[in-house]
């Protein structure tokens, strides 16, 4: 199949389910209703499928019951971090055999995600599948095609997509907050080696898997993937050329992933942009700027400011009830944006929570997923393979 094709058919499938009654899906898929507990196994209890349990934990009906991960003493912490009962599985098939299981949260290395998120849809579950969705072009294809087969709810774990600070913040640009856009730029800074400690030799490569090629996408897809997934959704588009650098430059540990990258992509609309992530120098972390020829838009985790254009660099507003009144600000750090938000990461569980009970379509869905996907594979090869890459067809 084609790119477009598989792409279009995806949003022509999740059209036809919304469109069925909520009776007539009910009664076809046995959704649950809004007070009714929804049971989750989680298959990796790395730190980040620990984390993710923990604002489980928090949501009202929402219970773990069982959890996955081939590092016995892994899946221990995984186990005792669940409120309640949950069983551990050497084996997530197992796991995915457990009739009481409604869903489930994959949070395995990224070269695994394709597998285990198709085996769970076989197997009748719903899925949030952490970012990035799939690794490699075929491992994208596949899940896109059983996602499309599958009549249970899929949401790929770009959390910010869940956020409703970010969700406003698009909704701004797209009515023209900062004008026409111009370029992204994009970067998570940290200071660290990213290298987690090894009990045993030849756990090196398990527990240490980010710094290999074979499990891997390093930091493009560990990160920059979130950045990327922003920028495809604010402009509506997904880029048709990457090129990029990076190297071991810093660590010299025997890793293979890059521990700095730097990559252009490049969108049909004339929109550049680039995404940074550094290990040697955490300046300024994480922040996405968003510039257009009214303004500027700067994010990072959980906090937005605007920076207008012009000569006076005012904007007017509503201030002790006096509407036109100029706001002031500090042109160092921009004019707030205000809007009261969850926690992305749980948002977005809650998002699938109710999407399952609801029948509502995920905004991270297969296809945003896809997209981000799509991007960071052409960003290991142009890196990779020192070239321009172009967007395949698939």
Same mark, same amino acid.
């Given at each position: 199949?084609? &790119?477009?094709?598989?792409i279009?058919?995806?949003?022509?499938?999740s059209?036809?389910i919304?469109t069925?009654?909520?009776f007539?899906?009910e009664s076809?898929f046995?959704?649950k209703?809004?007070?009714d507990v929804?049971?989750?196994?989680?298959?990796?209890?790395?730190?980040?499928?620990?984390?993710?349990?923990?604002?489980?934990?928090?949501?009202?009906?929402f219970?773990?019951?069982?959890?996955a #991960?081939?590092? *016995?003493?892994r899946? /221990?912490?995984?186990?005792?971090?669940?409120?309640? $009962?949950?069983?551990?599985?050497a084996d997530? &098939? $197992?796991?995915? #055999?457990?009739?009481?299981?409604?869903?489930?949260?994959?949070?395995?290395?990224?070269?695994?995600h394709?597998k285990?998120?198709?085996?769970?849809?076989?197997?009748g $579950? @719903?899925?949030?599948?952490? $970012?990035?969705m799939?690794?490699?072009?075929?491992?994208?294809r596949n899940?896109?095609?059983k996602?499309n087969?599958?009549?249970t709810t899929? !949401?790929?774990?770009h !959390?910010y997509?869940?956020?409703?600070?970010?969700?406003?913040?698009?909704?701004l640009?797209k009515?023209?907050?900062?004008?026409?856009i111009?370029?992204?730029?994009?970067q998570w800074n &940290?200071?660290?080696?990213?290298?987690r400690?090894v009990p045993?030799?030849e756990?090196?490569?398990?527990?240490?898997?980010? +710094?290999y090629?074979?499990y891997?996408? %390093?930091l493009?897809?560990e990160?920059?993937?979130?950045?990327i997934?922003?920028?495809?959704?604010?402009?509506g588009e997904?880029?048709?050329?990457a090129?990029?650098?990076? %190297?071991?430059?810093?660590?010299?540990d025997?890793?293979?992933?890059?521990?700095?990258? @730097?990559l252009i992509y490049?969108y049909?609309?004339?929109?550049k942009?680039?995404?940074t992530c550094?290990?040697s120098?955490?300046k300024?972390?994480?922040?996405?700027k968003? +510039? %257009?020829?009214?303004g500027?838009?700067?994010?990072d985790?959980a906090?937005?400011?605007?920076? *207008?254009e012009?000569?006076g660099?005012?904007?007017?507003?509503i201030?002790?009830?006096?509407s036109?009144?100029t706001t002031?600000?500090?042109?160092?750090?921009?004019?707030?944006i205000?809007? /009261?938000?969850? /926690?992305?990461?749980? !948002?977005?569980l809650?998002?699938f929570k109710?999407?399952i009970?609801?029948?509502k379509?995920?905004?991270s869905?297969?296809?945003?997923?896809a997209?981000?996907?799509?991007?960071? !594979?052409?960003?290991l090869?142009?890196?990779y393979?020192?070239?321009?890459?172009?967007? *395949?067809v698939l």
């Amino acid at each position: 199949m084609k &790119r477009r094709a598989f792409i279009v058919k995806g949003s022509l499938a999740s059209s036809a389910i919304l469109t069925t009654s909520a009776f007539a899906m009910e009664s076809a898929f046995g959704y649950k209703g809004a007070n009714d507990v929804l049971n989750i196994g989680v298959i990796g209890t790395g730190d980040r499928g620990r984390g993710l349990i923990s604002n489980i934990n928090k949501i009202k009906n929402f219970n773990v019951i069982a959890c996955a #991960d081939i590092l *016995p003493f892994r899946l /221990e912490k995984g186990v005792n971090t669940v409120d309640g $009962k949950a069983k551990g599985y050497a084996d997530y &098939r $197992k796991l995915l #055999d457990n009739k009481d299981i409604d869903a489930i949260l994959v949070t395995t290395p990224f070269n695994t995600h394709s597998k285990i998120a198709i085996d769970a849809l076989d197997a009748g $579950k @719903h899925v949030y599948c952490e $970012k990035t969705m799939a690794k490699g072009y075929d491992g994208i294809r596949n899940l896109v095609k059983k996602v499309n087969e599958s009549k249970t709810t899929f !949401q790929a774990g770009h !959390q910010y997509h869940s956020s409703r600070l970010y969700s406003h913040v698009v909704d701004l640009i797209k009515d023209g907050k900062i004008g026409k856009i111009a370029a992204f730029e994009c970067q998570w800074n &940290r200071h660290g080696n990213w290298r987690r400690p090894v009990p045993e030799p030849e756990l090196e490569r398990i527990i240490n898997w980010r +710094m290999y090629h074979e499990y891997s996408g %390093g930091l493009l897809a560990e990160l920059c993937s979130h950045q990327i997934d922003f920028a495809n959704w604010v402009l509506g588009e997904t880029p048709y050329q990457a090129m990029g650098t990076g %190297g071991v430059d810093y660590w010299k540990d025997g890793r293979e992933t890059y521990d700095n990258i @730097h990559l252009i992509y490049n969108y049909p609309s004339g929109v550049k942009a680039t995404f940074t992530c550094l290990t040697s120098n955490a300046k300024d972390d994480y922040k996405i700027k968003v +510039m %257009g020829d009214k303004g500027t838009i700067l994010l990072d985790y959980a906090k937005a400011w605007f920076f *207008p254009e012009g000569k006076g660099k005012k904007e007017l507003g509503i201030v002790d009830g006096v509407s036109g009144a100029t706001t002031k600000w500090d042109k160092n750090s921009g004019i707030p944006i205000e809007f /009261e938000h969850k /926690e992305p990461s749980k !948002q977005a569980l809650i998002d699938f929570k109710d999407n399952i009970i609801y029948n509502k379509k995920p905004i991270s869905d297969v296809t945003t997923g896809a997209n981000a996907a799509i991007c960071i !594979q052409m960003g290991l090869d142009a890196m990779y393979n020192n070239k321009v890459v172009a967007k *395949p067809v698939l």
